[in-house]
């Protein structure tokens, strides 16, 4: 997660980004990813005022359908490692965005076999969500209009 944080706020910094969504889980009382996400790029002063949080992105397909839905995102960057930027993309696209990628991969992984093979999987099943399923996340919620 902080390789694609660092990769937004370098597009931030350098003036080419003007705000950063940033979407994760918040399913569990101790644990606000969303919220942890915002304050790391605040550290790096990003303005408060330029991070839009979702909380509701569960997976991958829940964050793009929210990032339309609820936010209004009509074109983005997708800050995220090499072996998830295709699919991303895939499905951003498929809801009607207009996304290009950033590769976030900072270091290497140890885990990368096991988030590859995972990917296989994860692919299917976004496939599955957008072209038969046509499914809706699990939270959708009052709209946030992204500036």
Sequence with gaps: ??????????????????????????????????????KY??????SED??????????????????DYIFGVKDMIIFTQEYH???????ARRLGIDAVGYVSDKHSYM???KYKAREVL?????FSE???LKSKPKFLGERIVVE
């Design 1 to 38: 997660m902080q390789d694609r944080l660092d990769s937004a706020f370098e597009l931030y910094e350098a003036g080419k980004i003007e705000n950063i969504l940033v979407s994760g889980d918040n399913s569990e009382a101790d644990y606000n990813e969303s919220d942890n996400m915002a």
């Design 41 to 46: 790029l605040q550290e790096r002063g990003v």
């Design 50 to 67: 330029d991070i839009y949080i979702d909380y509701a992105g569960f997976d991958t397909y829940d964050s793009m359908y929210r990032a």
């Design 85 to 91: 930027l295709s699919r991303s993309i895939y499905i």
């Design 111 to 113: 885990s990368i076999k």
């Design 122 to 126: 994860s692919r299917i099943k976004a």
């Design 130 to 132: 957008i072209e038969i």
